[in-house]
């Protein structure tokens, strides 16, 4: 075995080390050498610090350390009150440490590797969440596909009567009634298996004590991990005879029935059959091996996160009630401080998230609130501007109306015109408050008074106005008879000598805006 110049050779005792720690690992030579010396020939040591993972760091000289304390405490503690006896050198066999068997190298590795994992055997045994997949829905041929297994299909179905008749018939006969092949069990939904499960069970025991929950393995599951509660899965066989013992003499004793039944404590209880394919998936998950079976499922959050879900408890068939509500009292005692702990940071959450929802919902309600107004706003402005659109609009519509009403005024009759209708009319201050008489066929209509009155201003007209159309002119005013008082409105249909007579004094008023949205 080849050294370096400046570390001394290795003794034999030295030399076994290495032998032993390269036939456990394979390592080369120098690196078993190097190893060896950085943990001081210590065996066990040197294959803890090779397998380590890397997530928890040895601290070799500490290791070497303890080793060393452990030995001189051991050496204390066995020393003999009296000097032990003389030895004779030359006779092995008289030392009793001569006769010891050393450990080999193999079992010290295999207690370094133990004592270096022997956290992860202390974790629960993760349960896992178990759904059934849905049968697969039955395939149908295509038409044609169809037609050519008609025979075929009419060949199976007389087949099959013949077969009925042929069951019926060993069903009648006493001996061979036990030939007969028993109808398979139709496949429930996992919500169904359960519900019957809970049936089958009352009508075999005569008992109703326990609460069997009527959902799948999986809402179950899910109910137990958002509570959190304890689930307590008990599977049953018909096929095996201590079945039955145990739902009536552990299942239904009267401190387990109570136990379970008390909201206090927590406890979900579900029950399957592994004859349905839900229980035997759950059976297969958890990898039972004897039935009846149980076992105590729940969150274990110091080994994974308030969202694992363990199996901290899986109950013997073989004990009795008390036994085993005293085991369920002391699982449930032991974790209902975490499922504590667990609860109350997920109502924690809970309340932040109510608070932050209430928080949104209160913004988006200002926010609401403020798209109300901007656009109540827009609407008011938008609404405003049209109006202005509007008004301008009937000034510019209103002063065309007037130059083409000024150009088509009702014709005045000449100095020998007979039937004809004179009016002395008053304008308003607004147009200069004068006194004018002005004469009118006795077809001209009230609208045609009111339009010399509208364009009695007007100068600058044209011959070639048009009349604007979509347009409705309105007066801002009104015309009246004095003695006696009366309005008369403008119409394009009325006569003025229906309205004022031959000859009549009437006087113009102004319309104030009251009185023109009144009458609009």
């Known amino acids: 075995m080849a050294t370096s110049a400046s570390e001394p050779p290795l003794t034999d005792e030295q030399r076994g080390y290495v032998d032993h720690f390269m036939a456990i690992t394979g390592q080369g030579e120098a690196e078993s050498t190097a190893l060896l010396r950085t943990c001081g020939w210590s065996v066990p040591v040197a294959v803890t610090r090779y397998f380590d993972t890397g997530e928890n760091p040895i601290d070799i000289n500490e290791l070497v350390q303890q080793e060393q304390e452990r030995q001189r405490r051991h050496e204390q503690a066995n020393a003999p009150a009296f000097p032990p006896p003389l030895v004779d050198l030359g006779n092995p066999y008289g030392n009793p440490a001569a006769l010891r068997t050393p450990p080999s190298a193999f079992d010290d ?37 169809a037609i050519a297994l008609l025979p075929l ?38 919500r169904d298996a359960a519900a019957r499960f809970k049936r089958d069970f009352e009508d075999s025991t005569g008992s109703n004590a326990l609460p069997f929950v009527e959902m799948s393995y999986a809402q179950a599951y899910d109910k137990a991990k958002t509570q959190p509660m304890f689930l307590l899965a008990v599977l049953l066989s018909p096929e095996h005879d201590e079945s039955k013992a145990f739902s009536q003499d552990v299942l239904l004793h009267p401190d387990v029935a109570s136990y379970i039944a008390d909201d206090a404590n927590n406890v979900l209880l579900w029950g399957g059959s592994v004859r349905e394919p839900e229980a035997y998936q759950v059976s297969l998950e958890h990898r039972v091996t004897q039935f009846p079976f149980a076992a105590l499922v729940c969150v274990t959050p110091k080994e994974g996160g308030s969202t694992r879900m363990g199996i901290v408890k899986r109950f013997s068939p073989y004990v009795s009630g008390a036994q085993f509500v005293a085991q369920l009292r002391s699982y449930s005692e032991k974790y209902a401080e975490d499922m504590a702990s667990v609860r109350a940071v ?32 827009r609407d008011a402005e938008k609404a405003a501007r049209e109006k202005e659109e509007a008004a301008a609009r009937k000034l510019v519509l209103g002063k065309q109306w007037r130059f083409w009403r000024a150009a088509h005024q009702a014709a005045q009759p000449g100095p020998g015109d007979t039937n004809i209708v004179r009016v002395a009319i008053k ?94």
Do not use: W
């Not at 009104?478 to 008082?485: F, G, T, Y």
């Not at 309205?499 to 949205?517: M, N, Q, T």
């Open 109 to 145: 590795a295999i207690n370094a590797i133990n004592n270096n994992h022997r956290r992860l055997g202390d974790r629960t045994e993760q349960a896992r969440r178990v759904v059934v997949q849905p049968p697969a829905p039955p395939v149908r041929p295509s038409f044609l596909v």
């Open 153 to 190: 299909n009419l060949g199976y179905r007389f087949m099959a009567i013949i077969a009925g008749l042929f069951k019926h018939s060993i069903g009648a006969l006493p001996g061979l009634s036990r030939l007969r092949i028993p109808r398979p069990r139709r496949q429930l939904t996992p």
């Open 346 to 377: 997920r109502v924690a959450n809970e309340t932040s998230r109510s608070i932050r929802n209430e928080q949104d919902s209160a913004y988006e309600r200002s926010l609401a609130i403020d798209r109300q107004r901007a656009q109540q706003k």
């Open 427 to 520: 304008l308003p201050q607004s147009l200069g408050g004068e006194r004018v008489i002005r004469s009118f066929y006795d077809d001209a209509t009230v609208e045609d008074l009111y339009a010399f009155v509208e364009c009695y201003k007007v100068d600058d007209f044209s011959e070639k106005a048009t009349k604007p159309a979509d347009y409705t002119h309105e007066f801002k005013f009104r015309i009246a008879s004095v003695m006696p008082r009366e309005v008369h409105e403008p119409s394009e249909s009325r006569k003025l000598i229906q309205a004022i007579g031959k000859s009549a004094s009437l006087v113009v008023e102004e319309r104030d805006d009251d009185d023109s949205e009144d009458e609009q």
